[in-house]
Nanobody
Framework: QVQLVESGGGLVQAGGSLRLSCQAS????????MGWFRQAPGKGREFVAT????????YYADSVKGRFTISRDIAKNTVYLQMNSLKPEDTAVYYC????????????????????WGQGTQVTVSS
């Protein structure tokens, strides 16, 4: 079955950086997208960024644009989220997700559009 395993979370001071990784396994999809979402305590799951596996497009939430970068390594079947200039409000559990929706020209940013999810990794930014 499809498995998504996140890593790279931790505690960092405001202004610092972290890189999250998500390795996907157990699938043979050829047209799909990967995304990152986050959920802070007491809040709903929030879209962060998404990338098509073809690498043709990326899309970011306004709250992270210019600070976060999503990328993928085809050989390692891994998607990354480089997070720079972190703020305390970035504190959350970060989830990796995969959507099998095949359209490379559509920006999938709703949690309901994603079919598989990782277990999450905690990111804590101290002030």
């Amino acid at each position: 079955q499809v498995q998504l395993v996140e890593s790279g979370g931790g505690l960092v001071q405001a202004g610092g950086s972290l890189r999250l990784s998500c390795q996907a396994s157990g699938h043979t999809f050829t047209r799909y997208g990967m995304g990152w979402f986050r959920q802070a305590p007491g809040k709903g799951r929030e879209f962060v960024a998404t990338i098509r596996w073809s690498g043709t497009s990326t899309y970011y939430a306004d709250s992270v644009k210019g600070r976060f970068t999503i990328s993928r390594d085809i050989a390692k079947n891994t998607v990354y989220l480089q997070m720079n200039s972190l703020k305390p409000e970035d504190t959350a559990v970060y989830y990796c997700a995969l959507t099998v929706r095949p359209n490379d020209s559509i920006r999938y940013y709703r949690a309901g559009e994603y079919d598989y999810w990782g277990q999450g990794t905690q990111v804590t930014v101290s002030s």
